[in-house]
Every structure is written in C-alpha cells, then in structure tokens.
C-alpha cells in the first residue's frame, strides 16, 4: 500500500520537472481511493496564467477525471503549502486532506499565516499535514533560486527588462525565504536575462478577436531605441504531440484534411491543451482518444515554440512506448485515418519533403539523433 511519503515523492518528481522547464519546482497529485487521478506542476510562466499553480492544475484534472467537483473523497499532496488561492481552492472542492512538505512563511494558507482547513466561519473543513519529505522539497526550491540569482548577477537586466518582466527578487536566504518566493516571483528565460538590450516592453493591448482555439490582438510596444511599433500576436493555450512507437520500430502516424492548406497531412497525434491541464495528460488523452492508444510509457522529447514571431503557442513533445490498443473516441468533428510507418521510411518522407508537418520532422529528427 503506498504511503504519503510515496505519494509526495510523485509530486516531487513533477516538482523536478517543472524546474527543467524554468518553472519555479512545485509538484501536486491528487489522490483518491489509493490512485492518483490529477497531477500537476506550475505552469505560470509556460501558459501566463496566474491559476498555474501546481495544486490547482491538479484538482481541476482530478474533477475531469472523476466526473465531479466535489472531492470528498480525495487528499491532495503538494511540495509547498498551498496558497491563499490553492487552499480556497480546495475548500470549494470539499477535500478531506491535504498534505504539504515545505512550509511558506511568506504566503502559506494552511497553517503558517492562515488556517483556512480550519476556519469555523467557512462551511467545510478539512485534515491538513505537513512536512513529508520536507527537507527534498526546500533543497530543490533553495537550488533552484540559487541558480537564478546567480544567473542574475552574471546577467544584469536593464531597466526596460526590469519594468516589463520584473526578474526574481530573492534577495533573503532564510530556509523558508526561497520557498516563500515560489508563488510569487516570474521566472526569466536564461537567452532574455542573458539579452535585456532586446526587450520590448508593452505598452498597451487592442483585442481584435476571440476564437474557439485563439485569441487575436495587436500590441503597442516600446523597442530598445525608444521608438514604437506594433506587433499582431495569436494567443494560444499550448498544446501537446506524440511520437509513438511500438515494438517493431513503426511509427503511429495520422492522415487528415488540413483546411488550411488544402490537403491532407501525415502527422503524428497531437491537440491543444485544455485550460490548466497538464501537458504529460494531455498528450495521453490525445493519444488515446485519437487512436485508441494506450502508453505503457510516456516521456518528455522537447518543447517548441511553433511560430514565435506571431504566436505564443508551446507545443510539448513526447515519446510513447509500450502501446496497446483500446477503443478509440475521437470528436465528432475529427476525421483521420491510422497509418504504422517504420521508423527510417518516416525519416525518409521528412527529407524527401513527402512529410511537411514541422512538428512530425521534429520530433521524428530529434528521436533519431538522441537514440
């Protein structure tokens, strides 16, 4: 039978791999009955969302998996205690628990400065504790800020880069001060700390149009000599890919109409990330909703920027193995037939440009040279 401490090592490991994706390392499963049916790691700075908190992603995916928003029945474990936000969060969700690791002296809710599980003016209540695997979860955020602010010291931001993002202030090194400073601080990518004379800063945001998959606006923003200029950005919510490969080395590909360009495509499965779901349970979903596949392993290949000089859209990579085939459930609107093409001749289309979809050559381009 698992314990809090295996439970909370699952989160940590979600932890660990937000770090690598420059994500301050919060990790959060919900569990229910023994399983774990939500996961989820911050995601503020991927998808710039202010709810991107490891815990509240999690719930979320816990209530789409069991149908339900009450979770009664469901204890929630995370790497740092929860937030004002999280731990209102999980009050509306009726949890019967939660179990934290590293306190937050600065912005804890559970306990620290307040104690919404036990608030007797609020209708529900629930069991909290804390410090499961404690010391993991305050040496991977002390390490994790560590490397920031001496990145910061190596790379000093200007003022524009300062006033439009706000790098990291974590000047206090107190045990709990790094982890204070998880749910509050924007984490900047290495190449612009490492680049501040080429940030723009924006000014202002004209909404042209809201859509079913995007959102269009036109952005004033002031460029590094001063002046100004316009800039027409597509928001996107992300989305994730699969490069799924079965015993005897084929490839599970997808043929389907592209109304954009008039034709059909060979691609691998993919689709666009539902709000706050996580990219690795997407990528599953996606899988297995597509083309009735399922994953007996599933393992980050990268993440890409698809068009940057319009878009933000971060498609998430994977690589699937060990696959065994259940009943498909796509959408009614989709339409595609389910191709296995060995590895080398799928390789081969994407050089002889018979295979054009850019996700498909990466990650077919990626797998070969890594493997």
């Keep these: ?38 996961t989820g790691y911050n995601r503020r700075e991927i998808d710039n969302n202010p709810a991107g908190h490891a ?39 009726r949890v ?3 179990v934290y690791a590293a306190p937050d002296p600065k912005a804890g809710a559970l306990g620290t400065l307040y104690k919404v599980h036990e608030d007797a003016r609020l209708n529900h209540s629930f069991e909290v504790d804390s410090g499961v695997l404690e010391e993991e979860s305050a040496t991977l955020l002390k390490e994790f800020f560590k490397q920031l602010r001496n990145r910061t010291k190596k790379n000093p931001a200007k003022e524009a880069l300062a006033s439009g993002m706000r790098l990291a202030h974590l000047a206090e090194t107190s045990d709990a001060g790094d982890g204070a400073e998880a749910n509050h601080e924007p984490v900047i990518h290495p190449l612009t700390a490492a ?36 800039r027409d950005i597509i928001h996107h919510p992300g989305a994730t890919a699969v490069l799924a490969i079965n015993e005897r080395d084929e490839v599970l590909l997808v043929d389907q109409w592209r109304t954009a360009l008039g034709e059909v495509l060979r691609e691998i499965p993919a689709g666009k990330l539902e709000l706050g779901e996580d990219p690795l349970e997407c990528a599953k979903r996606e899988l297995r909703e597509e083309t009735g596949i399922v994953a007996r392993e ?6 890409i920027a698809t068009s940057a000089g319009f878009c933000d859209e971060r498609l998430h990579i994977y690589v699937a193995t060990g696959l065994s085939q259940e009943e498909i459930n796509r959408d009614d609107d989709e339409f595609m037939n389910i191709r296995w093409v060995p590895f080398n001749e799928a390789l081969e289309a994407c050089i002889q440009a018979t295979m054009i979809d850019s996700k498909t050559i990466i990650a077919l381009s990626l797998y070969a040279l890594k493997r």
């Design 96 to 98: 019967a628990r939660c």
């Design 195 to 230: 680049n501040p004379d080429l940030v723009e800063r924006t000014l202002t945001h004209t909404p042209l149009y809201h859509g079913r998959i995007f959102d269009l606006e036109t952005q004033t923003v002031e460029l590094p000599n001063g002046q100004s200029a316009l």
């Design 1 to 38: 039978m698992l314990t809090d401490s295996d439970f909370m090592q699952h989160a940590l490991d979600l932890a660990k791999e937000a770090g690598t994706l420059g994500e301050v390392p919060i990790g959060a499963v919900v569990v229910c009955d023994g399983a774990i049916v939500g």
């Design 55 to 93: 815990e509240f992603i999690a719930l979320m995916q816990a209530s789409r998996h069991l149908g339900r928003w009450r979770l009664s029945d469901c204890t929630v474990y995370v790497t740092l205690e929860p937030c004002v936000m999280c731990a209102g969060l999980m009050h509306q969700a």
């Design 298 to 303: 599933v393992h980050h290949l990268t993440t």
